[in-house]
DNA sequence: ATCTGCAAGTTATAGTATAACGTTGCTTGA
DNA sequence: TCAAGCAACGTTATACTATAACTTGCAGAT
């Protein structure tokens, strides 16, 4: 069987070009937004993006005291609430952290595929999971606003060094 | 379409019958396990079951105070890890909130819709879900251990009566 | 009767998130 | 240009969620 691997699960991938696609595509929705994407919401966007597992709200604060801004709480969680806003960033309700990501702009949901050895996450965009949660809540008279689906479990990586059996 | 409502939005239930379920299977599955279930840890399912809406573990203080006993988080906490280990309680993550688990004992996932109005979270047991979730992490080369899947939305009682259209 | 080990009590603290109010700085219209 | 209004950010304090670490109590086994 073939395996189609997402780049989160690539360990020699450039992500510098990660990052700046993600800052470009940050710049172009927020200018058709009419949204303004200031030095500190750019800067919390980078700094989320700077790998592929998610960061804490707090993890953030030190580097954002190094490029000079107040590091209290708020300003984090302000820039943050507003890159979730317009879809930059998701919350991971499982790990009280956030993510980049990986393809704003679509009208997505939030599933995540989370690895419990290395904790990388990576975003899925699977209609059939979408449409089997629709499907079901529609049997149960239910209307959806929001998925959050987090599967926590191996990625291919850490199963194949970390082969446990 | 025939729409096959959850109890859980059955207003008029009889809840009785909902907790005094709960309890029951709880003893049964204990004991089958050789796990004892305390008179504090009984208490915190009862408190749980005590509606349909997930309950924050410090909701569940007072009361646990008003039975006589001490009402420090970590008695609270502990109760409830060792009913998530049995899989009589699910912790709703978005929510910081926990609720009793309405088919303990079967191998399942949890799986929830939850109401952003009135707060009742119903419990899914679709295998199409499962299903879709477990081939799209195949087709990633990613193994699940536990799926987290919480819907947010309106349920049948609330679209009905809040209809704001 | 004593030992052992799990459960619960107790105190303290870590970790996550937001309230509330003040200040700054941009923009927009007179 | 200037003042008004507004959004973003600074700052302080605090609320909410969860766990660490140590002590005490209790039940079953030897």
């Given at each position: 069987m073939s395996v189609q691997k997402n780049?989160?699960?690539?360990?020699?991938?450039?992500?510098n070009r990660c990052i700046n696609s993600a800052l470009q595509q940050a710049h172009d929705l927020c200018k058709a937004n009419g949204q303004r994407l200031t030095r500190i919401r750019e800067l919390v966007l980078k700094l989320v993006w700077q790998s592929h597992k998610p960061m804490g709200a707090y993890d953030l604060l030190p580097a954002i005291a190094e490029a000079g801004?107040?590091?209290?709480p708020p300003t984090v969680y302000r820039a943050l609430e507003f890159l979730q806003e317009q879809g930059l960033v998701h919350r991971l309700a499982s790990l009280n952290a956030f993510i980049g990501c990986t393809?704003?702009?679509?009208?997505?949901q939030g599933h995540f595929l989370i690895c419990s050895i290395c904790g990388t996450a990576a975003e899925l965009e699977s209609n059939a999971i979408s449409q089997s949660i629709n499907d079901c809540a529609e049997q149960a008279g239910f209307t959806v606003e929001q998925q959050n689906v987090e599967i926590l479990g191996r990625c291919p990586n850490c199963l194949q060094t970390d082969d446990t059996h």
């Open positions: 780049i989160a699960y690539q360990p020699d991938h450039d992500h801004f107040n590091s209290a393809h704003p702009g679509h009208n997505h």
